[in-house]
């Protein structure tokens, strides 16, 4: 049977939004070891593009104005969410649009806390295990030690970030994502998808916005270095670990437990709720969760 001609049009805002609410159901019905292996994945994506952001950071301020500086470290950042939409992984900070299924009454409060808290473990072990790769790798000394340098200094603005800043920083980098993952969603392509995905994600990097996900590779690098790198490293860039005491546990799961708050402010309400208010509120009868 002929199944007629694809069509290369974008999806219209109205069917993307049933596609994220079908996204989500389809995600709280997949079991844990799938979610699993699916959302480590995503944290080596991520951590990917971080470790690619960090490394085009060492000099390039001496090179660019601080604007178009910003632009290049964002831009190699979308190297991470470019392979989590195309290569297809479970990341956190997308799956928050859930809430589209949620609010439609598709998926119980139960089923969406299942599935984020089953990926964010995830992510956390492929972003902290793709630190420590890279670590052991030796390529955080390369450049004489300034990429090391640049993941110190990177780590240390985050974990000394005040709650309520690191909050609402979450909020925007969240918003800026979920609307790159919302417009894949329109995207018949794979050049489609890179090219929507990119602008939002290199605006989101460049502003300094705050993701959760990126973090476990930032802090958990800048906690490595701080903890392991060799006295020759310390005494090349003329510091010592003890000016870095911010790098700790508990300053990991501080910051982190805001910037997850908001993110899931930023992506679960602003964009899919606020798409679900648009488009779908009457579209469909109340469903078992």
Known sequence: MNPGPISLEALLPEDVARKAEAAGIAKAGRDVLTLLTLSVLAGAFIALGAMFSTLVSVGISDLLPYGLARLVIG???SLGLILVVVCGAELFTGDVLMTIAWASRRLSTGRVLRVWTIVL????LGGVGTA???????????????????ALDIAAAKAALPLER????GVLCNVLVCLAVWASLAARSVADKVLVILPPVAAFVAAGFE???ANFYYLGMGWLVRNFAPDDFWAGI??????YTMLTLDAFLRTQSVVILGNVAGGGVLVALVYWLAYLRHGRSPGQG
């Open 166 to 169: 690191a909050f609402f920083l």
């Open 132 to 150: 420590i790769l890279v670590f052991l790798s030796g390529h955080p000394f390369a450049a004489d030690g300034g990429v090391a340098a640049a």
């Open 211 to 213: 993701h959760s996900v």
């Open 75 to 77: 831009s190699v950042f």
């Open 238 to 243: 003329g510091a010592t670990p003890g000016q």
């Open 121 to 124: 473990a995830g992510n956390l």
